[in-house]
């Protein structure tokens, strides 16, 4: 890290979206990885996620900092929103539940900032986002899926070996096709 840059928490949603995701940070920050998705059903699930960021962070020796792993705190926060469609009411309290605990590991390791690799995908409304994100605390708008990022993030996590999930990841998402 330079003088001039800026520490960034990078909320990782997963390995192979965040591999699309370091090389493309604003110019003036240095990424920490934070992976924090209580959202992940299940605790096997959750830790091959997991292990992917921590192929990339060994790829890239970004520091990675993991969060605690609370899925039932996580099914309280949806209560009631279990049977929204993808996209709907349900993910956005899932964006707003992982990004305040993003904003809040931010303040606590000094980061001026945070952002999520979640943009990237081109299943997730970035706006959406982005509004979880301002209302979680100092969020830096970047949208990873700008300049064919997606398909980035899938050459990129090809070229580092990685699992790539079929599901988002919680329980009331469908399972479809890998995107690539
Ligand atoms: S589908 Fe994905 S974004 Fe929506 S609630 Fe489930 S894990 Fe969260």
Redo the contacts with the bound molecule.
């Keep these: 890290m330079t003088a001039e840059q800026k520490n960034l928490l990078l909320h990782v949603c997963c390995g192979p979206c965040a591999a699309g995701c370091v090389d493309r940070i604003p110019e003036g920050w240095q990424p920490v990885l934070f992976f924090s998705n209580s ?2 059903a299940t605790r096997a699930e959750y830790d091959r996620r997991l292990a992917e960021v921590h192929k990339l962070s060994a790829i890239t020796r970004l520091r990675v900092v993991e969060d605690d792993y609370n899925h039932d705190a996580w099914l309280a926060a ?1 209560a009631g929103l279990e049977r929204e469609p ?1 996209g709907g009411a ?2 956005r ?3 707003r539940f992982n990004l305040s605990r993003a904003a809040r590991k931010a303040a606590e390791l000094g980061c001026a900032r945070f952002t999520t690799t979640l943009t990237v995908s081109p299943r ?1 409304n970035s706006a959406q986002i982005f509004e979880a994100g301002r209302e979680s605390g100092p969020f830096l708008d970047v949208d990873f899926k700008k300049q064919d990022g997606f398909a980035h993030s899938v050459a990129m996590s090809r070229q580092y070996g990685m699992y790539r999930q079929a599901s ?3 329980e ?2 469908p399972a479809r096709p890998v995107l690539s």
């Design positions: 959202n992940i949806v993808e349900r993910c309290r899932c964006f997730k988002c990841g919680c009331f998402a």
